[in-house]
């Protein structure tokens, strides 16, 4: 009420955090990372050091990037071949930001290729941003003449993910998400403004949060990934949060309660229900900062500040604007759809009656059936497996795909990305047992012939080999845990040397081991949080448990379904998705916390609804019944708005979020159909008065009020003065 009651003040106070969220993202919001690294220290960051201690200046000027030039019909010591690779190192030389640009085209070069007809230009570049000049004018040489020239290398690489990021978010989120949500909720509204306020909304929450992340990303290292998760996030929670307020507003008005009225009843029922539900949504996300990974961190990170904004918006803003436009709100109707607006039985839906009505009747076998095919489609999860989604997944017409399908035809024995094998200490045998696993490494094939260097003072010694195919792929992921386990220890064994391995391929593996590690307390976390919130809120240890057991449901059915789609190419060309052998490290574990902290909404909200109905009628099939009535056109809505903002991320170019898109949204489609309509009735329906059990020795448990955004209306007896309902 202190918002509408000072909706002027509001409105300027939001305007100004609009403006300086704006100049903050102009000014700020830049230098976002590609990479997902671990936060702290780890044995590839060990051997970085050591490898920088030992090769001095020499480490710093080692190439980022490389070119390849390459002819069919002219070989590297031709007159034309060797002008035009003079040329481009001349042109790429001017670049700013470009330093160490070198090629040799000398006969045995390491710069050439084994067929003659190929040739590299190394060179190192600052950042992404510095290697722009360098892609152009790869671009602008590429098919000159008889010569074809493509680049790769990290800085491409990221400078790739970085434009691919923007693309998606440009043409997943909010051109494909955002239209479908204003379509949903004018369906839902019948009205133009109601149905544009939400979304609105939303846009405020999305600005002000990246302001806020622009603050964040000036001292942290902050993911580009951020930019998507806050704009899809905040589109699902800004438009839900809205649309609950929206619909509780009407309907008071609609029972024929004065504006303010209507405005202090949805303050005391919806507004508490958004409180609840979002500061669930942020703790369960606070759960993935136990993960010392960037991505996660910063997707965590990303959805917990543009969630907190979307409560404070729609608990501040969304008052004040309901104050002053009254019921300006249900202007613009729309015909079919909007001639029930006003009438105070226009939320309860028959044809949900109905349904829930029959599964009731025989609960036993629609709950075989049901969840039967949720098990059924858990079954894939079981094969599993994650990994990381390298250039390789990236599409084909990108530059740093063609410079790796360039390298691996020409070069497939070099790396830009080599292994660093580090020894330290140890007896005099150090460098023998080095010499002795180069040997091994040579004819390993996942491997190939390494250099031996030393330190100036001889203490620390280096073997740099190169790892042959996607350096981030699980197969070579796989060749240095290999090398860490069973390699080095039989090479060394005995020699006391301490060694480590280094390079972005051991980066990987302790990134997959930094993912991995804290997944059961992770996990333990945000089941904990959620059996104890529901507890609180229902008092019913019953309740409790279904609700959490529902969530693993639908959760594990997601997880085999994607398992199903990418990993086993089931239907991957109908929604023009590729085949991979894993799926993202992070994926998996993000989809659990996003999917839990979405679920508790409307679990929530649902179940607030179905125990209000109890209390009234003391039954439960009569309670179930009424309660998934009265709500199942908001939260059907609701669901469908996150179903299409998540498909807008599956739409996207970037693999992991189209795994992570198609996941959320397969999984809210079951919770939305199959778990609210079928499993959960027909469960409490065998429990009945059992759902409602609360063992006696938790009787001193406080007790959470949480009521449904549908609450009874003013007059109602409850609101006059008797308990609410426990």
């Known amino acids: 009420m202190a918002s509408a009651s000072r909706a002027r003040r509001v409105l300027v106070i939001w305007g100004?955090?609009?403006?300086?969220?704006?100049?903050?993202?102009?000014?700020?919001?830049?230098?976002?990372?590609?990479?997902?690294?671990?936060?702290?220290?780890?044995?590839?960051?060990?051997a970085a050091a050591l490898y920088g201690q030992a090769m001095g200046?020499?480490?710093?000027?080692?190439?980022?990037?490389?070119?390849?030039?390459?002819?069919?019909?002219?070989?590297?010591?031709?007159?034309?071949?060797?002008?035009?690779?003079?040329?481009?190192?001349?042109?790429?030389?001017?670049?700013?930001?470009?330093?160490?640009?070198?090629?040799?085209?000398?006969?045995g070069s390491q710069f050439v290729s084994s067929d003659q007809h190929a040739a590299l230009i190394a060179l190192r570049a600052a950042n992404d941003a510095d290697i722009k000049p360098v892609v152009r004018d790869v671009q602008a040489a590429n098919g000159s003449g008889e010569f074809s020239v493509a680049v790769y290398g990290d800085h491409t690489v990221g400078n790739d993910f970085?434009?691919?990021?923007?693309?998606?978010?440009?043409?997943?989120?909010?051109?494909?998400?955002?239209?479908?949500?204003?379509?949903?909720?004018?369906?839902?509204?019948?009205?133009?403004?109601?149905?544009?306020?939400?979304?609105?909304?939303?846009l405020l929450s999305i600005i002000v949060g990246l302001g806020i992340a622009a603050l964040l990303?000036?001292?942290?290292?902050?993911?580009?990934?951020i930019v998507n998760m806050m704009t899809g996030m905040g589109l699902a929670l800004g438009i839900d949060y809205s649309l609950l307020m929206i619909s509780r507003f009407r309907e008071e008005r609609g029972h024929g309660h004065g504006k303010q009225a209507a405005i202090r009843v949805t303050g005391a029922t919806a507004n508490r229900a958004v409180l609840f539900s979002g500061s669930t949504f942020v703790v369960a996300l606070l759960g993935m900062l136990l993960v010392p990974v960037t991505i996660l961190r910063s997707l965590a990170a990303g959805a917990v500040i543009v969630g907190v904004v979307s409560v404070a918006v729609a608990l501040t803003l969304l008052p004040a604007m309901l104050s002053l436009m009254g019921d300006r709100v249900n202007s613009l109707r729309l015909p079919i759809v909007g001639k029930n607006l006003g009438r105070s039985d226009a939320a309860e839906a028959r044809i949900w009656t109905a349904v829930t009505s029959r599964v009731m009747r025989r609960p036993a076998v629609s709950l075989a059936l049901a969840g039967g095919l949720m098990v059924l489609a858990a079954v894939p999860a079981l094969g599993l497996h994650t990994g990381q989604s390298g250039v390789a997944t990236l599409p084909d017409?990108?530059?740093?795909?063609?410079?790796?399908?360039?390298?691996?035809?020409?070069?497939?024995?070099?790396?830009?990305?080599?292994?660093?094998?580090?020894?330290?200490?140890?007896?005099?045998?150090?460098?023998?047992?080095?010499?002795?696993?180069?040997?091994?490494?040579?004819?390993?094939?996942?491997?190939?012939?390494?250099?031996?260097?030393?330190?100036?003072?001889?203490?620390?010694?280096?073997?740099?080999?190169?790892?042959?195919?996607?350096?981030?792929?699980?197969?070579?992921?796989?060749?240095?845990?290999?090398?860490?386990?069973?390699?080095?220890?039989?090479?060394?064994?005995?020699?006391?040397?301490?060694?480590y391995v280094g390079g972005k391929t051991?980066?990987?593996?302790?990134?997959?081991?930094?993912?991995?590690?804290?997944?059961?307390?992770?996990?333990?976390?945000?089941?904990?949080?959620?059996?104890l919130l529901l507890m609180l809120a229902f008092r019913s240890l019953t309740i409790a448990a279904v609700s959490v057991l529902l969530n693993l449901l639908s959760a594990g059915a997601a997880y085999g379904l994607l398992t199903l789609v990418f990993i086993h190419g089931v239907g991957a060309g109908i929604f023009g998705f590729q085949k991979v052998p894993v799926i993202d490290a992070w994926v998996p574990l993000?989809?659990?916390?996003?999917?839990?902290?979405?679920?508790?909404?409307?679990?929530?909200?649902?179940?607030?609804?179905?125990?209000?109905?109890?209390?009234?009628?003391?039954?439960?099939?009569?309670?179930?019944?009424?309660?998934?009535?009265?709500?199942?056109?908001?939260?059907?809505?609701?669901?469908?708005?996150?179903v299409a903002v998540f498909a807008g991320f599956a739409r996207g170019q970037l693999l992991q979020f189209e795994e992570m898109g198609f996941g959320v949204a397969v999984a809210l489609i079951l919770d939305a159909t199959l778990i609210r309509l079928v499993i959960l009735p027909s469960t409490l329906s065998l429990l009945g008065q059992r759902s409602w059990y609360l063992p006696r020795w938790l009787d001193w448990l406080p007790h959470l009020q949480v009521d449904s955004p549908e609450a009874p209306p003013i007059d109602h007896p409850r609101a006059a003065g008797a308990p609410s309902p426990a």
């Not at 702290?40 to 060990?46: E, F, I, P, V």
């Not at 990303?217 to 990934?225: I, K, P």
């Not at 009234?616 to 809505?637: F, K, M």
């Open 506 to 531: 051991a980066d990987e593996a302790d990134y997959f081991h930094a993912v991995s590690s804290p997944t059961p307390y992770v996990l333990a976390f945000i089941l904990g949080l959620s059996f």
């Open 217 to 225: 990303a000036r001292e942290f290292s902050l993911s580009v990934f």
């Open 57 to 107: 200046a020499s480490a710093g000027q080692r190439p980022t990037d490389v070119i390849v030039v390459s002819s069919k019909s002219s070989a590297v010591g031709d007159r034309n071949f060797q002008k035009s690779v003079a040329d481009l190192v001349a042109q790429v030389r001017t670049s700013p930001g470009v330093t160490h640009v070198a090629a040799d085209l000398s006969a």
């Open 397 to 499: 017409n990108l530059p740093s795909k063609q410079g790796y399908l360039a390298v691996q035809r020409y070069f497939p024995s070099q790396s830009q990305d080599p292994v660093e094998i580090v020894s330290v200490g140890g007896t005099g045998s150090a460098r023998s047992d080095l010499a002795k696993l180069e040997a091994v490494l040579a004819a390993d094939p996942r491997f190939g012939p390494g250099v031996v260097q030393a330190s100036p003072d001889d203490k620390i010694l280096t073997l740099t080999v190169p790892i042959r195919g996607d350096v981030v792929s699980s197969q070579d992921v796989a060749a240095v845990l290999s090398l860490r386990q069973q390699l080095i220890p039989s090479a060394f064994a005995g020699s006391g040397a301490k060694v």
């Open 16 to 46: 100004a955090a609009v403006v300086v969220a704006l100049i903050l993202i102009g000014t700020s919001l830049s230098g976002l990372s590609t990479s997902a690294h671990v936060v702290g220290t780890t044995q590839s960051s060990q």
């Open 590 to 642: 993000f989809m659990f916390s996003v999917l839990f902290a979405l679920s508790m909404d409307y679990q929530v909200f649902l179940m607030s609804r179905i125990k209000e109905r109890y209390d009234q009628c003391g039954s439960t099939r009569e309670a179930v019944a009424g309660g998934v009535a009265s709500t199942a056109r908001i939260i059907t809505g609701a669901a469908l708005i996150i």
């Open 162 to 202: 970085t434009t691919l990021s923007a693309s998606d978010l440009q043409h997943g989120e909010l051109d494909f998400g955002l239209p479908i949500a204003i379509v949903i909720l004018l369906l839902v509204f019948g009205a133009v403004v109601a149905g544009l306020v939400p979304v609105l909304m939303a």
